[in-house]
């Protein structure tokens, strides 16, 4: 395609010489009077696309740069999570292993009690009172009279009249104290009164 102005500039120099012979130097010189011109439109044509390859270059340089600042924020939010990951697993195992030693000790205590009150009881040793089989006159001799009411026990009347129940145990010479029934008469040393108000027992049914 290039080569038709050339033919055509060369049939425009060659008309006024019809008839005559072309000068050589006339020819060549339009002739490369086309090749510059050509020349300086294939160097505005490669000027052209050299910038447009700049522009696209900068643009995939941007695109680029982009995605890596993506992929490092991506990477550090990863190892954020797998540290915070690894964290959570510490923090439960510590909890687990502290709750399991709390529950092995617990279990531990309540065996240790259990061991003991299987062997109080055989050998007859449970809790129960101690029978006294000797009493003391080292109490008051001045008190009242108090009569054993349902649901009462020697705890509750020394409580109730303020007195300890070691001086009711002596001066009634009571070796069980849990043998106190209703109705019994009970001699309270030490005392000029209830300082509490009787129980309230409830009717059986």
């Known amino acids: 395609m290039k080569l038709v102005p050339t033919l055509i500039v060369g049939l425009i120099a ?24 050509l ?12 910038a447009q390859l700049q522009r696209d270059n900068a643009a995939l340089s941007q ?9 490092v924020t991506l990477a550090q939010l990863n190892d954020a999570l797998a540290q915070l990951r690894q964290s959570t697993d510490a923090a439960l195992a510590e909890q687990k292993r502290d ?23 055989a ?21 009242v009279t108090h009569t054993v009411q349902a649901g009462e026990t020697l705890s509750t009347i ?7 129940m070691k001086n009711i145990q002596n001066a009634n010479r009571i070796a069980d104290p849990t043998k106190i029934h209703v109705g019994q008469s009970l001699f309270i040393p030490g ?5 509490m108000p009787a129980p309230q027992v409830r009717p059986s049914n």
């Open 123 to 143: 050998k007859g040793q449970a809790t129960r009172p101690t029978i006294r089989t000797e009493f003391s006159d080292d109490f008051p001799k001045e008190g």
């Open 191 to 195: 005392s000029t009164g209830p300082l």
């Open 39 to 50: 020349l300086q439109q294939t160097v505005a044509e490669l000027q052209a696309s050299l």
């Open 14 to 37: 060659a008309a006024p010489l019809c008839g005559q012979r072309a000068d050589p130097r006339a020819v060549e010189l339009a002739n490369l009077r086309e090749d510059v011109r």
């Open 158 to 164: 020394a409580k109730r009249y303020g007195v300890p």
């Open 63 to 71: 695109q680029a740069e982009s995605g890596r600042a993506a992929n």
């Open 99 to 121: 709750t399991l030693r709390s529950v092995a000790q617990q279990i531990a205590v309540l065996a240790k009690e259990t061991n003991a009150a299987i062997a109080a009881v």
